[in-house]
Protein backbone atom coordinates (compact mmCIF):
# COMPACT_ATOMS: atom_id res chain seq x y z
CA UNK A 1 0.00 0.00 0.00
CA UNK A 2 1.05 3.31 -0.48
CA UNK A 3 2.20 5.71 1.90
CA UNK A 4 3.42 9.14 2.82
CA UNK A 5 4.67 9.51 6.28
CA UNK A 6 5.56 13.56 7.50
CA UNK A 7 7.35 14.32 10.74
CA UNK A 8 6.93 16.25 12.78
CA UNK A 9 3.25 16.06 13.29
CA UNK A 10 3.63 19.96 14.47
CA UNK A 11 6.38 22.40 15.31
CA UNK A 12 6.93 25.42 16.63
CA UNK A 13 9.62 27.88 16.08
CA UNK A 14 10.93 31.41 16.68
CA UNK A 15 10.90 34.11 14.00
CA UNK A 16 14.20 34.18 12.03
CA UNK A 17 15.11 30.44 12.83
CA UNK A 18 15.72 27.48 10.33
CA UNK A 19 13.28 24.19 10.68
CA UNK A 20 13.76 21.31 8.61
CA UNK A 21 10.41 19.23 7.98
CA UNK A 22 10.71 15.47 7.05
CA UNK A 23 8.75 13.24 4.53
CA UNK A 24 9.26 9.14 4.11
CA UNK A 25 7.36 7.22 1.85
CA UNK A 26 6.45 3.97 0.61
CA UNK A 27 4.88 4.24 -3.11
CA UNK A 28 5.78 2.61 -6.16
CA UNK A 29 6.84 2.79 -8.54
CA UNK A 30 7.74 6.51 -8.05
CA UNK A 31 7.65 9.55 -10.36
CA UNK A 32 8.16 12.39 -8.42
CA UNK A 33 7.43 14.35 -5.38
CA UNK A 34 5.94 17.51 -4.69
CA UNK A 35 5.54 19.74 -1.53
CA UNK A 36 2.35 22.22 -0.62
CA UNK A 37 2.15 24.71 1.51
CA UNK A 38 -1.51 25.19 3.01
CA UNK A 39 -2.66 28.17 5.01
CA UNK A 40 -5.76 27.42 7.38
CA UNK A 41 -8.66 27.38 5.44
CA UNK A 42 -7.31 27.68 2.67
CA UNK A 43 -6.47 25.50 -0.63
CA UNK A 44 -2.81 23.97 -1.01
CA UNK A 45 -0.11 26.05 -2.97
CA UNK A 46 2.80 24.31 -4.84
CA UNK A 47 6.29 24.69 -3.48
CA UNK A 48 8.56 22.15 -5.83
CA UNK A 49 8.49 19.19 -7.86
CA UNK A 50 11.46 16.72 -7.86
CA UNK A 51 11.61 13.70 -10.06
CA UNK A 52 13.84 11.02 -9.22
CA UNK A 53 17.00 12.48 -10.65
CA UNK A 54 16.87 15.32 -8.80
CA UNK A 55 18.34 15.51 -5.17
CA UNK A 56 17.28 19.23 -4.53
CA UNK A 57 15.05 21.76 -5.25
CA UNK A 58 14.70 25.64 -4.30
CA UNK A 59 11.91 28.18 -4.13
CA UNK A 60 12.77 31.27 -2.19
CA UNK A 61 13.62 30.09 1.13
CA UNK A 62 12.42 26.48 0.56
CA UNK A 63 14.80 24.06 -0.03
CA UNK A 64 13.57 20.60 -1.21
CA UNK A 65 15.58 17.67 -0.74
CA UNK A 66 15.10 13.91 -2.35
CA UNK A 67 16.93 10.84 -1.46
CA UNK A 68 15.09 8.38 -4.05
CA UNK A 69 17.10 5.61 -2.57
CA UNK A 70 16.19 5.57 1.00
CA UNK A 71 12.64 7.16 -0.27
CA UNK A 72 12.76 10.29 2.08
CA UNK A 73 12.49 14.05 1.59
CA UNK A 74 13.29 17.11 3.42
CA UNK A 75 11.75 20.73 3.69
CA UNK A 76 14.21 22.91 4.60
CA UNK A 77 12.98 26.67 5.56
CA UNK A 78 15.83 29.60 6.03
CA UNK A 79 15.13 32.70 8.34
CA UNK A 80 11.56 31.86 9.00
CA UNK A 81 9.37 34.48 8.91
CA UNK A 82 5.64 34.64 10.45
CA UNK A 83 3.85 34.14 7.15
CA UNK A 84 5.28 30.50 7.46
CA UNK A 85 3.04 29.79 9.48
CA UNK A 86 0.82 26.79 7.51
CA UNK A 87 0.90 23.17 7.19
CA UNK A 88 3.20 21.88 4.55
CA UNK A 89 2.04 18.30 2.65
CA UNK A 90 4.09 16.04 1.11
CA UNK A 91 2.48 14.52 -2.23
CA UNK A 92 4.15 11.64 -3.92
CA UNK A 93 3.51 10.07 -7.49
CA UNK A 94 3.01 7.14 -8.72
CA UNK A 95 2.17 5.99 -12.25
CA UNK A 96 -0.15 3.27 -12.47
CA UNK A 97 -0.74 -0.11 -14.54
CA UNK A 98 -2.60 2.12 -16.80
CA UNK A 99 -0.28 5.34 -16.94
CA UNK A 100 -2.13 7.70 -14.79
CA UNK A 101 -0.40 9.35 -12.44
CA UNK A 102 -2.06 8.40 -8.93
CA UNK A 103 -0.97 10.60 -5.96
CA UNK A 104 -0.81 10.06 -2.72
CA UNK A 105 -1.07 12.75 0.12
CA UNK A 106 0.45 12.67 3.67
CA UNK A 107 -1.20 14.48 6.65
CA UNK A 108 1.05 17.08 6.54
CA UNK A 109 3.91 19.12 9.34
CA UNK A 110 1.66 22.14 11.18
CA UNK A 111 4.75 24.58 11.54
CA UNK A 112 3.95 28.25 13.67
CA UNK A 113 6.11 30.78 13.66
CA UNK A 114 6.45 32.95 17.04
CA UNK A 115 7.64 36.47 17.13
CA UNK B 1 -7.05 36.92 -12.48
CA UNK B 2 -6.92 33.54 -13.80
CA UNK B 3 -7.07 30.32 -11.13
CA UNK B 4 -9.82 28.10 -9.76
CA UNK B 5 -13.06 29.61 -7.84
CA UNK B 6 -14.77 27.89 -5.55
CA UNK B 7 -18.19 28.44 -3.56
CA UNK B 8 -20.01 28.73 -1.72
CA UNK B 9 -16.82 29.02 0.85
CA UNK B 10 -19.34 27.78 3.59
CA UNK B 11 -22.56 25.29 3.31
CA UNK B 12 -24.21 23.91 6.07
CA UNK B 13 -26.57 21.09 4.86
CA UNK B 14 -29.25 19.52 6.64
CA UNK B 15 -29.90 15.54 7.28
CA UNK B 16 -30.97 13.84 3.55
CA UNK B 17 -30.73 17.14 1.33
CA UNK B 18 -28.12 17.04 -1.47
CA UNK B 19 -25.92 19.64 -2.11
CA UNK B 20 -23.66 21.14 -4.94
CA UNK B 21 -19.88 22.44 -4.38
CA UNK B 22 -19.35 25.02 -7.76
CA UNK B 23 -15.72 24.46 -9.52
CA UNK B 24 -14.88 26.94 -11.74
CA UNK B 25 -11.72 27.67 -13.55
CA UNK B 26 -10.43 29.81 -16.26
CA UNK B 27 -6.93 28.23 -16.84
CA UNK B 28 -7.67 26.75 -19.44
CA UNK B 29 -6.92 23.57 -17.66
CA UNK B 30 -7.95 20.13 -19.14
CA UNK B 31 -8.09 17.84 -16.05
CA UNK B 32 -10.11 18.81 -13.29
CA UNK B 33 -10.06 16.76 -9.60
CA UNK B 34 -12.37 16.99 -6.26
CA UNK B 35 -11.00 16.20 -2.97
CA UNK B 36 -11.58 15.57 0.10
CA UNK B 37 -9.73 16.85 3.55
CA UNK B 38 -10.33 15.39 7.03
CA UNK B 39 -8.58 16.38 10.03
CA UNK B 40 -5.25 14.32 10.46
CA UNK B 41 -5.84 12.73 7.08
CA UNK B 42 -4.18 13.48 3.72
CA UNK B 43 -6.14 14.67 0.86
CA UNK B 44 -8.05 11.72 -0.71
CA UNK B 45 -9.70 11.58 -4.36
CA UNK B 46 -13.19 12.17 -4.99
CA UNK B 47 -13.67 12.04 -8.73
CA UNK B 48 -11.55 14.09 -11.31
CA UNK B 49 -11.64 14.81 -15.13
CA UNK B 50 -9.26 14.96 -18.04
CA UNK B 51 -11.59 15.96 -20.39
CA UNK B 52 -15.10 17.65 -21.28
CA UNK B 53 -17.95 14.91 -21.02
CA UNK B 54 -15.87 12.34 -19.14
CA UNK B 55 -15.02 11.53 -15.45
CA UNK B 56 -14.07 8.61 -13.52
CA UNK B 57 -14.00 7.25 -9.92
CA UNK B 58 -11.54 8.37 -6.83
CA UNK B 59 -10.95 6.35 -3.85
CA UNK B 60 -13.73 7.87 -1.80
CA UNK B 61 -16.76 8.39 -4.83
CA UNK B 62 -19.77 6.98 -3.29
CA UNK B 63 -22.23 9.31 -1.91
CA UNK B 64 -20.94 11.78 -4.45
CA UNK B 65 -21.92 12.73 -7.99
CA UNK B 66 -20.27 15.17 -10.88
CA UNK B 67 -20.69 16.13 -14.43
CA UNK B 68 -17.92 17.71 -17.03
CA UNK B 69 -20.40 19.55 -19.50
CA UNK B 70 -17.74 22.23 -19.72
CA UNK B 71 -14.09 22.28 -20.00
CA UNK B 72 -13.61 25.14 -16.81
CA UNK B 73 -17.05 23.94 -15.08
CA UNK B 74 -16.46 20.75 -12.74
CA UNK B 75 -19.32 20.57 -10.03
CA UNK B 76 -19.94 17.91 -7.17
CA UNK B 77 -23.01 16.80 -5.47
CA UNK B 78 -23.06 15.65 -2.06
CA UNK B 79 -25.89 13.26 -2.02
CA UNK B 80 -27.52 11.76 1.13
CA UNK B 81 -25.89 8.67 0.69
CA UNK B 82 -22.95 9.97 1.40
CA UNK B 83 -22.63 9.22 5.17
CA UNK B 84 -20.11 11.63 6.51
CA UNK B 85 -20.10 14.88 4.23
CA UNK B 86 -18.90 17.04 7.32
CA UNK B 87 -15.81 18.01 5.18
CA UNK B 88 -13.78 20.93 3.62
CA UNK B 89 -13.76 20.18 0.09
CA UNK B 90 -10.76 20.88 -2.43
CA UNK B 91 -11.03 21.44 -6.23
CA UNK B 92 -8.05 21.27 -8.73
CA UNK B 93 -7.17 21.50 -12.04
CA UNK B 94 -4.11 20.96 -14.28
CA UNK B 95 -2.99 21.20 -18.27
CA UNK B 96 -3.75 17.55 -18.99
CA UNK B 97 -2.90 14.52 -16.93
CA UNK B 98 0.66 14.67 -17.55
CA UNK B 99 3.05 13.18 -14.77
CA UNK B 100 4.96 16.07 -13.23
CA UNK B 101 2.77 19.21 -14.24
CA UNK B 102 1.34 21.41 -11.47
CA UNK B 103 -1.79 21.14 -9.62
CA UNK B 104 -3.73 23.94 -8.59
CA UNK B 105 -5.90 24.42 -5.66
CA UNK B 106 -8.89 26.15 -4.91
CA UNK B 107 -9.42 27.99 -1.71
CA UNK B 108 -12.27 25.06 -0.47
CA UNK B 109 -15.67 24.55 0.33
CA UNK B 110 -16.23 24.09 3.97
CA UNK B 111 -19.76 21.60 4.21
CA UNK B 112 -21.30 21.18 7.47
CA UNK B 113 -24.29 18.72 7.87
CA UNK B 114 -26.47 19.83 10.55
Redesign the interface.
Not at chain 1, 12 to 24: D, R, V
Not at chain 1, 68 to 75: M, P
Not at chain 2, 10 to 17: D, P, T, V
Not at chain 2, 24 to 43: S, T
Given at each position: KNQ?EQSPQSLIILEGKNCTLQCNYTVSPF??L?W?KQDT??????LT?M?FSENTKSNGRYTATLDADTKQSSLHITASQLSDSASY?CVV?A?SNFG??K??????TRLTIIP | DGGITQSPKYLFRKEGQNVTLSCEQNLNHDAMYWYRQDPGQGLRLIYYSQIVNDFQKGDIAEGYSVSREKKESFPLTVTSAQKNPTAFYLCASRMGAITGNTIYFGEGSWLTVV
Amino acid sequence: KNQVEQSPQSLIILEGKNCTLQCNYTVSPFSNLRWYKQDTGRGPVSLTIMTFSENTKSNGRYTATLDADTKQSSLHITASQLSDSASYICVVSAISNFGNEKLTFGTGTRLTIIP
Amino acid sequence: DGGITQSPKYLFRKEGQNVTLSCEQNLNHDAMYWYRQDPGQGLRLIYYSQIVNDFQKGDIAEGYSVSREKKESFPLTVTSAQKNPTAFYLCASRMGAITGNTIYFGEGSWLTVV
